[in-house]
C-alpha cells in the first residue's frame, strides 16, 4: 500500500510572520496632494522606504511641455525687440538693462517673459522667471580700434599708419558759431574747445599730418612751436626745407564718427592728440575724451528705444 508523503504544516506563527512581512513592503496608496495653488499626486510606500513623485512619469506622456523655459540669444536690437513682442505678456513681463562695462565689460538686455505679477502679493502668485530673451550688446570694430591705442604712446610710423587706415571715420569740422540752437552735445563741445584753447581739425588736416609724419619718419625733431591756433609747430631736420622751413602744424584735437555698437548709430567724440620727443623722434598718442559718457548714452538710448517699441517695463539693474 502506497503511503503519501507530506510535508508537515508550518507553524502558525511563521506564517503569520510571513504574511505580515509581504503586507508591509508590498501595500502603497496614492495620495492627492492639494495647496490651493498646486495640486499633484504622490505614492506613499511603507516604512523604510521613500515617497516617490509621480510627476517624471506623467511628463513622459505630455504633448507638450508644461510651461515655456529657456533663453534665447539675440544678435542685433530688432530681432530683440520682435522676439520680445512675440512672447510678452502686457500685465508681467519686463526688460532689465544691465550695466557692467566698467567692471566685466557686460552690457546686455534681458527681457523676463515670466516675470512676477505686479498687481499680485500673495506668495502663491510669484513666477518662475524661466522664460527669457537676451541681447549682449557687440562693440563695433570701429570703437574697438581706437580703444585699443587709447592714451598710449605710439612710435611715429605706425600713428602715421594708424590715421591713414581711419581717416574716414574722422568728422568734418563742425560749424558752432554760426549755428542759432546747439545740442546738448554742441554746447559741450563748444565748452571743451574754448577750456582747451582750441578747435577741432577736420579729416584732410589730419590726412596732411600723416602724410607729412610719414615723410619725416626718419628726421630729426629739432623743435616745437605752440601757435595761437591751438596747434603745435614741429621744426624737423631736413636738407630740403619747403615754404614753412620744414614745420609740421599737429592739431590738438579732433573729431571721430564711429558706432558704438555693431550696426548701430554713430556718436561724436572728442580725441585729444597729445606727442613726446623721446631720442631724435617723436612717439604720439591721442585720448578719446569721456568715451564711458558716449557709451553710458548709447546703451541708455538702445535701451529706451526697446521700452518704447515694446511698451514693457524698463528697469537698469538685474533681476533677481
Not at 587709447?150 to 591713414?164: K, S, T
Not at 546747439?182 to 577750456?195: A, P, V
Not at 596732411?208 to 625733431?221: A, D, H, N, P, V
Not at 620744414?246 to 585729444?272: A, E, M, S
Request: glycine share 6%; hydrophobic share 35%.
Amino acid at each position: 500500500m502506497d503511503q503519501k508523503q507530506t510535508m508537515p504544516a508550518a507553524p502558525r506563527s511563521d506564517l503569520d510572520a510571513l504574511h505580515d512581512l509581504v503586507r508591509k513592503y508590498g501595500e502603497h496608496e496614492i495620495v492627492d496632494v492639494d495647496d490651493h495653488c498646486v495640486h499633484a499626486q504622490a505614492i506613499t510606500l511603507p516604512d523604510g522606504r521613500k515617497m516617490q513623485s509621480l510627476k517624471p512619469l506623467f511628463d513622459e506622456f505630455r504633448d507638450f511641455p508644461e510651461r515655456r523655459e529657456g533663453t534665447a540669444s539675440m544678435h542685433d536690437i530688432d530681432s530683440f525687440i520682435d522676439i520680445t513682442n512675440r512672447f510678452k505678456n502686457p500685465e508681467y513681463s519686463a526688460v532689465f538693462a544691465f550695466n557692467d562695462a566698467t567692471d566685466t565689460g557686460i552690457l546686455k538686455l534681458i527681457s523676463v517673459f515670466d516675470y512676477h505679477d505686479p498687481q499680485t502679493t500673495h506668495m502663491g502668485h510669484a513666477r518662475f522667471m524661466a522664460h527669457k530673451a537676451v541681447y549682449n550688446f557687440p562693440l563695433s570694430d570701429e570703437w574697438k580700434a581706437w580703444h585699443a591705442k587709447h592714451d598710449e604712446f605710439i612710435p611715429q610710423a605706425d600713428f602715421a599708419e594708424f590715421l591713414e587706415d581711419h581717416i574716414i571715420e574722422v568728422a568734418a569740422k563742425p560749424d558752432l558759431a554760426q549755428k542759432p540752437d546747439l545740442t546738448d552735445f554742441e554746447q559741450y563741445l563748444l565748452n571743451l574747445t574754448g577750456t582747451l584753447g582750441s578747435n577741432p581739425c577736420g579729416p584732410s588736416t589730419l590726412m596732411e599730418l600723416s602724410r607729412g609724419l610719414t615723410i619725416r619718419t626718419e628726421e630729426r625733431l629739432e623743435t616745437s612751436q605752440r601757435l595761437a591756433t591751438g596747434e603745435t609747430a614741429l621744426t624737423f631736420s631736413t636738407e630740403h626745407k619747403d615754404a614753412a622751413g620744414g614745420q609740421l602744424k599737429v592739431p590738438d584735437l579732433f573729431l571721430i564718427n564711429i558706432p558704438v555698437w555693431k550696426g548701430g548709430p554713430t556718436y561724436l567724440i572728442p580725441v585729444r592728440l597729445r606727442f613726446k620727443k623721446q631720442g631724435p623722434g617723436v612717439l604720439w598718442k591721442f585720448m578719446l575724451h569721456r568715451s564711458d559718457l558716449v557709451l553710458g548714452h548709447a546703451f541708455r538710448e538702445t535701451s529706451e528705444k526697446v521700452q518704447a517699441q515694446t511698451e514693457l517695463p524698463l528697469f537698469y539693474g538685474i533681476h533677481e
